[in-house]
């Protein structure tokens, strides 16, 4: 039997940029079963249910988590196969595709990430007539796999058969940082996951509807704090990331980025040690804050 392969895109604020992303959707080769849009508001997704590639569009309360276990909800007896993409990512032609080829011919296989030929989320980021530029210019790899220990989130594709009892955790709240790492940590545990370099695209990063810096700088440091103790990030990684961040945060302070924050991310970041120090640390700590 054919695989049933649906797209999920999870969205807040961003409903014009969605409209354009997921409508490039129409231009895959091998066309998906289904598209779900999924976001907090009518505003959220104002537009998008008559994008050309005819997506379905529901609503959930806000929060990247608790859209995504939404979507998860209601294509539970529907899909055999469930590519997450941000609203963000332009694909290219042959993704879904590539997909339906990595799933069929490997069912050891539980979760697959692409190879990002662009990612504008380490500055200004990109519009999606420079993604696409981006991917035509593109000369691909030929095809091959590595594994690793978790997906990244911008492009993330799972056997849903292997998800069974798993959800995102709604206690990483708003953008839930390192979300994408708590699921398929865990996914990895039930089979194999790879980079594959048949699945391609561009995230573009956009900058509109993600946390303002000190939320964000405070989730740069209690996320992986939370994920250690859970023990659904490799370790190596959630210091790398602490570490990496405040550091950054802090040195660019003195000259921070005109599309970056940083010294609300660094202000974040020292508040999240504080607590953590104090024991007062908890990830959503950010919803009450400005």
């Known amino acids: 039997m054919p695989l049933r392969i649906f ?7 961003r409903a014009r940029i969605t409209a354009e992303t997921v409508g490039r959707l129409a231009l895959q080769t091998r066309q998906p079963d289904g598209i779900l849009v999924v976001g907090a508001s009518p505003a959220d997704v104002e537009g998008v249910a008559e994008a050309i590639s005819k997506p379905e569009v529901a609503l959930a ?5 608790k859209q995504r276990n939404r979507s998860l909800d209601l294509l539970r007896d529907r899909a055999d196969v469930i590519v997450f993409l941000d609203d963000d990512y332009v694909a290219a032609p042959e993704f879904i595709a590539g997909v339906e080829q990595v799933f069929s011919e490997r069912p050891d296989v539980v979760g697959v990430t692409g190879r990002v030929i662009a990612d504008g989320v380490h500055g200004a980021g990109f519009s999606v007539e420079e993604a696409i530029a981006f991917i035509e210019a593109d000369q691909p790899p030929p095809p091959s796999d590595r594994p690793i220990e978790a997906l990244y989130g911008c492009n993330m594709v799972v056997r849903l058969g292997a998800t069974d009892g798993l959800r995102f955790d709604e206690a990483l709240p708003m953008y839930g940082w390192q979300e994408d790492i708590d699921f398929t940590y865990q996914l990895g545990r039930r089979g194999k996951l790879i980079k594959s370099t048949v699945l391609r695209g561009v995230h573009m990063g956009a900058k509109g509807g993600r946390s303002p810096g000190k939320r ?3 989730s740069q440091i209690a996320n992986p704090v939370y994920l250690l103790r859970k023990q659904t990030i490799p370790p190596t990684l959630a210091w790398r990331l602490m570490r990496q961040n405040l550091l950054s945060n802090l040195v660019r302070s003195v000259k921070p980025e005109p599309s970056i924050d940083r010294r609300g991310r660094a202000a974040g970041n020292l508040m999240a040690i504080a607590d953590v120090i104090t024991g007062r640390m908890d990830p959503r700590r950010i919803l009450d804050m400005n």
């Open 7 to 13: 797209v999920v895109v999870a969205t807040v604020g």
């Open 61 to 65: 309360e806000k929060g990247l988590c």
């Open 216 to 218: 964000l700088g405070y």
